[in-house]
């Protein structure tokens, strides 16, 4: 079992800048591919980034610029670094796992993200 709890979420002022955290519960990175999605309400679940082998990351259209994905291999935690907010971010944050394998997918509870002056 996998497990992941994000943090960072919060509110911020248009143009402003986010960092979110995911921890794992254990040493995954080589595994799994990490990665960052986010739903807004009434909207569907949408890719933010992700960050697999070799650290090769890929990010959504409306994020690429913006938002960076990284991660901490001592710390098993990954990040993402959201700048330039605007309100077209806010969203719940969710943290995934998706075995490299079979697909299994994990998910975070999530982080609140609200943009608004």
């Known amino acids: 079992q996998v497990r992941l709890e994000e943090s960072g979420g919060g509110l911020v002022q248009p143009g402003g800048t986010l960092r979110l955290s995911c921890v794992t519960s254990?040493?995954?990175?080589?595994?799994?591919?990490m990665g960052w999605y986010r739903q807004a309400p009434g909207q569907e679940r949408d890719l933010v980034a992700t960050i697999g082998r070799g650290d090769v990351t890929k990010y959504g259209d409306s994020v690429k610029g913006r938002f960076t994905i990284s991660r901490d291999n001592d710390k098993n935690t990954v990040y993402l670094q959201a700048d330039r907010l605007n309100p077209e971010d806010a969203a719940v944050y969710y943290c995934?796992?998706?075995?490299?394998?079979?697909?299994?997918?994990?998910w975070g509870k999530g982080t609140l993200v609200t943009v608004s002056s």
């Open positions: 995934s796992a998706k075995h490299f394998l079979t697909g299994n997918q994990y």
């Open positions: 254990k040493s995954i990175f080589s595994y799994y591919e």
